[in-house]
């Protein structure tokens, strides 16, 4: 009996917690905060609610070139490797995206080896972490990034250089952008440049744009879809943190999506 007794409580407190990693909020407004300690940050993200808020980075450390070979495209074309170096004088002169960078910056040790990353990156990180990503992006005037979401809880970016124009759909819209049997988190819709279809389809959703300033973090819940733009040469550093607690609410969705897939090629 206390066996049971035992089990039923932790899988109440299990299912308690997943329900909370699945809570969305559909509210559009977008508060702007002073730079907050640590448990404030942790009681405002707990709101679900996209959030804005300055801390100086150190800018122009992101854009030194090393060799390591880094990603860059063009729009619509595939991404290919280049040394970093080469890769920034690219960007700088034709509308190239570099993105999804996360084994360059593994293996080049950057966010160990700034002071104030590190610093940052302590700020940021929740309590009970189990698995942090850091991603660096950048990109010349007119690119944009595609719109997609993420399961993750913690999803915060940094406009380091330059400034960036985000737009954000809330989470009901996937309903409206996900085409069946389509990747979850990725949208086919262009939200920059959208077809007649699209439009229609966005008529759909809660759209809002966003200037974000050198200086400016955003922070950008779990299922909000987003897409970053360019307006000139500007970096952005992204922060995603996965609790505990947030790994196993995605394993219902893993599940579903390693089905699917089995199913397609089936």
Not at 30 to 46: F, G, R, Y
Request: glycine share 4%; proline share 5%; hydrophobic share 40%.
């Amino acid at each position: 009996m206390i066996v049971f007794l035992l089990v039923f409580i932790f899988a109440l407190f299990i299912y308690i917690h997943v329900l909370f990693q699945w809570k969305v909020s559909n509210e559009i407004d977008i508060p702007h905060i002073s730079l907050p300690n640590k448990d404030t940050l942790e009681q405002v993200a707990d709101t679900h609610q996209p959030f804005i808020f300055e801390k100086d980075l150190e800018s122009s450390l992101y854009l030194e070139g090393i060799e390591r070979e880094i990603n860059v495209q063009k729009i619509g074309e595939q991404p290919i490797k280049v040394p970093h170096k080469a890769m920034l004088s690219a960007v700088k002169k034709e509308p190239y995206l570099s993105q999804k960078n996360v084994s360059f910056l593994e293996r080049t040790q950057w966010m160990q080896d700034i002071k104030k990353l590190n610093v940052c990156d302590t700020l940021l990180k929740p309590h009970m972490n189990w698995k942090t990503a850091h991603d660096i992006i950048y990109g010349n005037k007119g690119v944009y990034t595609e719109l997609c979401c993420s399961p993750v809880g913690r999803n915060y970016f940094a406009v380091v250089e330059g400034y960036a124009e985000l737009k954000l759909c809330t989470p009901r819209c996937g309903d409206f952008l996900i085409e069946e049997n389509a990747n979850a988190t990725r949208s086919n819709v262009n939200i920059w440049e959208p077809s007649e279809n699209d439009k229609t389809t966005l008529k759909e959703c809660d759209t809002i744009l966003i200037p974000i300033q050198k200086g400016s973090i955003i922070h950008i819940p779990a299922y909000w879809w987003y897409s970053f733009k360019f307006p000139e040469v500007s970096c952005i550093i992204s922060f995603s943190y996965s609790t505990y607690m947030n790994a196993i609410s995605q394993v219902p969705a893993k599940i579903q999506q390693l089905l699917q897939k089995n199913k397609i090629e089936v």
